[in-house]
């Protein structure tokens, strides 16, 4: 056989040969070594097994009678303690049906024990084999980048509200059986959070199934959920599994969960309670074990008194709920999230970016943020991408012009005082009064909420509002008639 191993020029790899007839195995072990692959051979399991922990294998070659051993029980621990290695196993002509049983427990295919007549036949299953064995890793390791992108521990947190939250989310981790529902406007992190619940769970190693409610009419989104029979319908031409199924021991995200249709609504809740379904067209009970997360930005119980939403799914849903609040009102966050979003941008666009210069940052910290994390990503995303700087600077961030009646955050500062004039328009909505008020009360105003964010630090609150210490502590000064102690010193 040696003379035809050319044919695997390319396709070379590790290859290991687990049979106790030595003759046979040194004969193919100097075939696939001739071929360019590296060959080794071991004479019974115990043997093989140190091998492959030694030593990266691709391809096993495992004859099915070891000696006293069952090749079947071999080929079942090989893919149990190994599932990326392609296993061909070596069967005797009479034994085709049991071969047939290998594929059937994972064995990627099987040769005779008359390979050696067969070279090419030979090399393009060995060559096949391997290939299967490295597209598994490579789609492990795009699994493992896609995990790394979306990975929960980059969930990016400075504020409390935020902290308290993410511990919330990885107490309720721990019991899979725990329906959650998030809420929180358009890019607060709703799914992010979800995605840390579902890795934090021991549902982890189950699929993680995202599913957006609003995106599919009613008939389509059953067929998603639940799956139908072969037949169902009319294009039901094969049997095809619902999300519930493919999430089962995982979780299944709903997203938008307040635009499904009112009888969806009422057979999802059913599917809750019950943890068993029925397909499309199906009359067969299926049982699941899927952790359902909801997610909203809408008032549930809004929606409930309005007559769009089942108020005992709302019941069922909101075991756990996880309210994630909009970004302007937890504007600590802003400083982290912008650095870690330097720092992955860096890495995507191939940039040296050090940071943001204070009046950048300060141009951030002013904007309200009506779509939340998600905007703030793709403004530093926009000014990283078409600026040459190595600092972000505030001329890079192209902010949405303020809009009005948007929801008045809670603790957002604005720029106010003598340099107010040159800073970026704040939000709207941190004046909210600005109609009503004198421009000297509402620069007091945004003063007092500057120094609540600043947790009292005169020279943060200084930066916040884009004045200097010195301007802020004139200002105190004057209003210490009505807030006695606002000008004293030390800082806190
Ligand atoms: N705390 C955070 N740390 C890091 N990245 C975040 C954080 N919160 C949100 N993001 C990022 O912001 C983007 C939007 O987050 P996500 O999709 O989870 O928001 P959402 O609330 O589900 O939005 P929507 O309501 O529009 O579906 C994502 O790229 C996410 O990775
Ligand atoms: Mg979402």
Request: glycine content about 8%; hydrophobic content about 40%; overall charge negative.
């Amino acid at each position: 056989m040696a003379n035809v191993g050319k044919l695997q020029e390319t396709g070379k790899g590790n290859v290991l040969i687990v049979d106790d007839d030595r003759n046979f195995s040194w004969g193919l072990c100097e075939a696939l070594k001739d071929a360019g692959y590296k060959a080794a051979s071991a004479v019974s399991s115990k043997d093989g097994f140190a091998k492959l922990s030694d030593s990266p294998v691709d391809v096993v070659l495992l004859d099915l009678k070891l000696g006293a051993e069952d090749g079947v029980d071999v080929l079942k621990r090989v893919k149990k303690e190994y599932p990326d290695v392609a296993v061909i196993m070596i069967t005797a002509f009479g034994d085709i049906p049991q071969a047939v049983e290998c594929m059937r427990n994972g064995a990627f295919n099987f040769i005779t024990k008359t390979a050696h007549k067969e070279p090419e036949l030979f090399f393009a299953t060995v060559g096949n084999a391997i290939e299967s064995s490295l597209s598994r890793r490579r789609d492990k390791l795009h699994r493992q980048e896609l995990k790394r992108f979306y990975d929960t521990d980059d969930i990016v947190a400075g504020s409390e509200v935020m902290l308290e939250l993410i511990r919330k989310a990885a107490k309720v981790a721990e019991s899979p059986s725990s329906t959650v529902l998030v809420t929180g406007e358009t890019g607060v992190g709703k799914e992010l959070l979800a995605r840390l619940i579902h890795e934090r769970s021991s549902f982890k190693d189950g699929a993680f199934v995202a599913l957006n409610c609003s995106a599919l009419p009613e008939n389509l989104l059953e067929s998603e959920l639940f799956g139908y029979e072969k037949g169902a319908f009319t294009d039901a031409r094969t049997l095809k599994k619902g999300l519930f199924e493919v999430a089962d021991r995982g979780t299944l995200f709903l997203d938008e969960i307040a635009d499904m249709h009112l009888r969806l609504q009422a057979k999802l809740l059913r599917a809750i309670e019950s943890k068993c379904f029925r397909r499309v067209g199906g009359t067969q009970d299926i049982s699941v074990n899927t952790r359902i997360i909801a997610a909203t930005n809408k008032d549930l119980r809004d929606e409930a008194e309005e007559g769009r939403f089942r108020l005992d799914l709302f019941y069922r849903l909101s075991v756990v709920p996880l309210e994630v609040p909009a970004l302007r009102e937890r504007m600590e966050d802003i400083g982290p999230l912008t650095e870690h979003f330097i720092k992955r941008f860096n890495r995507e666009l191939g940039k040296n970016v050090r940071g943001s210069s204070p009046e950048a940052m300060q141009r951030l910290l002013t904007y309200d943020w009506p779509g939340n994390v998600r905007e703030l990503r793709n403004v530093i995303e926009r000014a990283m991408l078409l600026e040459t700087d190595d600092v972000v600077l505030p001329g890079h961030l192209v902010l949405e012009p303020v809009r009005r009646g948007r929801p008045a955050p809670k603790e957002a500062p604005a720029p106010a005082g003598e340099e107010g004039a040159q800073t970026p328009a704040g939000p709207a909505a941190v004046r909210p009064e600005a109609d009503t008020l004198t421009l000297v009360e509402a620069e007091k105003a945004c003063i007092l909420k500057a120094l609540k964010l600043a947790g009292n630090n005169k020279t943060r609150a200084a930066q916040i509002l884009g004045i200097s210490r010195q301007t802020l502590r004139t200002k105190l000064k004057a209003y210490s008639e009505d807030a006695p102690g606002l000008d004293e010193e030390p800082e806190l």
